[in-house]
């Protein structure tokens, strides 16, 4: 699990951020799941190691422009890129319309290859190896936060002791695999946990934007290996922040501190932080890491490999 930031700026572009974005690369499934769309993403994507091809799923958070702009150019590019692959696309129960009217008046067509999910609190997808859930966060409009989780996998089975021992291969490898306890032939009892490293813990990322503080982001974050939060505004301003329902500096490093989660990244950055201000980013940073120290700024096409859990049943 691998994400990239393609845009950390709110509301509007700035010359050095572009509107909000990120992608999780899962290179075990040659796949890309797309978090928020705003505009100029499919330019950030050209402008980065990423694949468009390779987009399978688009969560879009809230309706907001600097969220959605780019969605429709971005499907328009995939289907003329010709790569067949289906886009699964969740959000807010007004995406699909907004998605439809778009195709209408610009005479784009859709066929199959785009398929719209709206959102509630709850599961939103699951499959072999993952789930997706989301929550309701306190923003002007519905927004929705989404926490993914990574399905814990047995630890290696150790062949060489199996061997060893004069198991026999074949379906009972299988069995032992999964940690089951097999009765031989000759009457031995084997227990496959004691054939098997320790399990690897599943990964967890939250992304939480746009918001205010709330119990809803905490609820995603917990124990997640990265928690990306909004992080419009400096603590000094935490007015501008309730009266607009977004989050502070601080907030995000309270948010991340109640969650316990590894690493927080914070993003969605006010222009009016921007290079040659009084009051910078670097600021916000300072604020943060006072109340959460493993705290790090999010920039347009970092890139942070999100580390496995070995034996960590937490």
């Known amino acids: 699990m691998e994400i990239t930031f393609l845009?950390?700026?709110?509301?509007?572009?700035?010359?050095?951020?572009?509107?909000?974005?990120?992608?999780?690369?899962?290179?075990?499934?040659?796949?890309?799941?797309?978090?928020?769309?705003?505009?100029?993403?499919?330019?950030?994507?050209?402008?980065?190691?990423?694949?468009?091809?390779?987009?399978?799923?688009?969560f879009i958070t809230h309706m907001h422009g600097d969220h959605i702009f780019g969605l429709m150019g971005?499907?328009?590019?995939?289907?003329?890129?010709?790569?067949?692959?289906p886009i699964d696309i969740y959000g807010p129960p007004g995406?699909?319309?907004?998605?439809?009217?778009?195709?209408?008046?610009?005479?784009?067509?859709?066929?199959?290859?785009?398929?719209?999910?709206?959102?509630?609190?709850g599961l939103v997808y699951e499959d072999k190896e993952f789930t997706v859930t989301c929550e309701q966060l306190e923003h002007t409009v519905p927004a929705h936060g989404y926490r993914i989780a990574e399905k814990d996998r047995p630890g290696r089975f150790n062949v060489e002791k199996a061997k060893a021992l004069n198991i026999p291969s074949g379906p009972i490898y299988g069995e032992l695999k999964q940690g089951k306890t097999v009765t031989l032939?000759?009457?031995?009892?084997?227990?496959?946990?004691?054939?098997?490293?320790?399990?690897?813990?599943?990964?967890?990322?939250?992304?939480?934007?746009?918001?205010?503080?709330?119990?809803?982001?905490?609820?995603?974050?917990?124990?997640?290996?990265?928690?990306?939060?909004?992080?419009t505004f400096a603590h000094q301003d935490a007015q501008m922040a309730f009266d607009r329902l977004h989050s502070t500096s601080t907030m995000a490093a309270q948010v991340a501190l109640l969650a316990q989660v590894k690493q927080l990244f914070m993003t969605h950055f006010s222009p009016r932080y921007a290079p040659g201000n009084p009051l910078?980013?670097?600021?916000?940073?300072?604020?943060?890491?006072?109340?959460?120290p493993n705290t790090r700024l999010a920039k347009d096409f970092l890139t942070y490999e999100i580390p496995r859990r070995r034996g960590d049943n937490g």
């Not at 950390?8 to 796949?31: C, D, H, K, M, Y």
């Not at 971005?74 to 692959?85: E, F, K, M, R, V």
């Not at 195709?103 to 959102?119: D, E, P, T």
């Not at 084997?190 to 813990?201: A, K, S, Y």
């Open 7 to 58: 845009g950390t700026s709110s509301g509007v572009p700035t010359r050095s951020r572009n509107v909000s974005s990120i992608a999780l690369r899962l290179p075990q499934r040659a796949e890309i799941w797309l978090f928020d769309c705003g505009e100029g993403t499919q330019h950030q994507l050209l402008r980065s190691e990423l694949r468009s091809s390779q987009i399978r799923r688009i």
């Open 74 to 85: 971005l499907i328009a590019s995939c289907g003329l890129a010709g790569s067949g692959q």
């Open 95 to 121: 995406l699909k319309d907004y998605i439809f009217t778009c195709a209408k008046y610009s005479y784009m067509k859709l066929f199959q290859r785009v398929n719209i999910h709206a959102v509630r609190p």
């Open 185 to 231: 032939e000759d009457g031995r009892e084997i227990r496959g946990t004691e054939l098997c490293d320790p399990p690897e813990t599943g990964r967890k990322f939250t992304y939480c934007t746009d918001t205010v503080f709330c119990d809803a982001s905490v609820e995603l974050a917990q124990d997640a290996d990265v928690l990306v939060h909004e992080s």
């Open 280 to 292: 910078q980013v670097k600021h916000l940073l300072e604020e943060a890491k006072a109340i959460f």
